[in-house]
């Protein structure tokens, strides 16, 4: 007996239809946000401090989650408002959530091991417990806004890019009409040494709990910022040289173009969040190639970095500067990789 494979439409639209974020603007970030020092650590860390209850979730189970559960539903539904879509009108069936950490959720993972250590098994909060695991969130998700639809997890440390190829896997094969992408990441306060100890350089990097929510939509009556090409590159950094690298990165920025269709000209900026300071030979390369100029790059430094979690994504979508085009995003993972998200507004 013969197999076959599923058949699925290759040219899926990824329309965005809203989005939101935890860190929108310099409001934000003084009315959201506490600064943190220690004394065992010279980075300073973002710590996301606003759990005001969104009218749109429901008070009794909002009161059970963790921070990390808090702040990610929060920003869902403030996305999910912001696209006026009307989920009880909607096949929720057709409805999927893909959610992307590099850190999942680390505050209650650690607040379990300190209370193993100190009280023993049998004191382990029945309540804090379930929500250790990766995909507790998500799951989240799918009960506040009754969503039926598959749920994705990963894990990745460039996850905002990497989980729009899952997005656009799930509305092809599954035949979603929208995609919930949602990616966060937070810190505890032992992430400040374990940061310096990974390289990361003190004097730039500023961490922050950070999430990011995007309303996918495989069609859309109005003209709409859309995802139109990503692609990533994983590889072991500690054995290729930068030049390897370099000649990686340049390839697949050029067979994307090619597969586009379209020319280098029509790219107005390719982004990369210089915050991410690293000793890796990825921040080098995107340093050099920002000098070189034969591509629009732009060295940005948005004054803090999630480490994966979209802020270079909400960056071009929130500035007006950048107008009807084609823009890049480019970044990568200290642990060897980078990744590109080609965005046409």
Known sequence: MSEETFLVNENKDLNILAHASTLENLEDKEKKYEVVTKEFSKIKGLRYSDFTLSSKLNPAQYRKMDNFSKMIANTVAKAIERSSLDLKKLDLNKVGILFTTSSGPIEVVEDIEKQLRLDGYKQVSAAKFPFTVMNAAAGMLSILFKIKGPVSVIASNVGFIDGVTYAEEMMKNEKLSHVLLVSATQWTDLSLLAWEKLGYDANAFTPADYCHAAVIGGESEERTPRFIGIEQLKYDNKVHSQIDVKGWFINTLHKNISNLRISATDIKKIIWNSNKKTATIEYEMFQELSMEREFPFLEVDLG??????????????????????????????????????????
């Open 304 to 345: 803090f970095s999630s480490d994966g979690a979209g802020e270079e994504l909400d960056f071009v979508l929130n500035n007006k500067e950048f107008q009807g085009g084609i823009y890049v995003i480019a970044s990568y993972s200290r642990f060897g990789g980078f990744s590109l998200m080609f965005i046409e507004k």
